[in-house]
């Protein structure tokens, strides 16, 4: 039987933790300079792209693919687990039953658009990341993550707020403003990329 390399496991562990994570804290907007805004989840899924992308880099293709297809387990699980504890009734003399549903209460519109966006999503950037590796400045991790990070990240944003809010409100100056702001935020989310993977190298050396 083939042993699983120990930055494999780790990564596969953290990134289950990472979707699941921000499935949770979409449910706050966050306010950026210029009038702009996310919400809370973005975080969790751009550290899931860094996550991603490190697989890619020390494992190849299949396997970060892999990972993004297992990665709805824990996404599928833990939506269904909180509209399972939405559904049931509350103790007696509990009072926040109207809390936890305007907090965790999204509706089937918002959970499916995050579905398909992170599907469609995650795909495109393990195969733009993985293809790029063999063109002009592919040697360059960051060129390579930047650029399918904000490909992919175009394409997230455009099928989950189409889908979530189309016929809603106007969705154009959402699109933009999420785009600026998921742009500025990749930026942090570089250098842990850099991170993952030399401790990804290092678990996977023999003296580890």
């Known amino acids: 039987m083939p042993t699983i390399p120990k930055s494999l496991q780790a990564f596969a562990v953290l990134y289950g933790g990472l979707l699941v994570v921000a499935g949770v804290l979409g449910f706050k907007l966050i306010g950026l300079p210029a009038g702009l805004a996310v919400p809370g989840g973005v975080f969790g899924f751009l550290l899931a792209i ?27 699980t833990a939506i269904a687990l909180m509209q399972l504890v939405l559904a049931l009734p509350p103790a007696d003399g509990w009072t926040g039953q109207a809390t936890a549903e305007a907090v965790f209460g999204s509706s089937m519109r918002l959970i499916v658009a995050g579905i398909v966006a992170y599907g469609i999503s995650q ?32 394409v997230d944003t455009l099928i989950f707020v189409t889908i979530a809010f189309l016929g809603v409100f106007p969705i154009l100056p959402v699109i933009g403003g999420q785009l600026l702001a998921k742009a500025a935020i990749w930026g942090l989310a570089v250098p842990l990329l850099y991170l993952a993977v030399g401790v990804g190298r290092r678990l996977d050396s023999p003296a580890a």
């Open 50 to 76: 860094a996550v991603t992308n490190a697989v890619a880099e020390l494992h190849g293709r299949a396997v970060a693919q892999r990972m993004v297809i297992m990665g709805f387990v824990p996404l599928l």
């Open 123 to 154: 795909t495109l950037d393990v195969t733009i990341f993985t293809w790029m590796r063999g063109q002009p400045g592919g040697h360059m991790l960051w060129v390579r993550a930047t650029v399918a990070a904000l490909i992919a990240q175009t």
